[in-house]
């Protein structure tokens, strides 16, 4: 059984930056393509970023394009999401994902994830 459990998360002034860390076990983590999500209250979850199995290739939503940087560390069984120059419409619930299947490239759609973690509040003040 897959566990995700994301931190990380807070209040930050617009501006400002964050780091979510997404801790996986229970699968060989190196083996799937990880993603970030994030749902607002009223509106559907939608895609951030993904990664690779091996870390190259990142995937990003255009609204986050240049702002945000998912990493990983396959040592540690942990990805990343690090989030500069936070605006207030950042904020959310941002879930963590693993792929469904191994060695997949990563996708944005929802449907190609399999597992999700619990979630963690970002919140940014203007």
């Known amino acids: 059984q897959v566990r995700l459990v994301e931190s990380g998360g807070g209040l930050v002034q617009a501006g400002g930056s964050l780091r979510l860390s997404c801790a996986a076990s229970?699968?060989?983590?190196?083996?799937?393509?990880m993603g970030w999500f994030r749902q607002d209250p009223g509106k559907e979850r939608e895609f951030v970023a993904a990664?690779?199995?091996?870390?190259?290739?990142?995937l990003y939503a255009d609204s986050v394009k240049g702002r945000f940087t998912i990493s990983r560390d396959n040592a540690k069984n942990t990805v990343y999401l690090q989030m500069n120059s936070l605006k207030p419409e950042d904020t959310a619930v941002y879930y963590c994902a693993q792929h469904r299947d191994p060695f997949t490239v990563p996708q944005a759609q929802q449907t190609h994830f399999g597992s999700w973690g619990q979630g963690t509040q970002v919140t940014v003040s203007s």
């Open positions: 229970g699968r060989t983590f190196s083996n799937y393509a």
């Open positions: 990664i690779r199995w091996g870390g190259s290739r990142p």
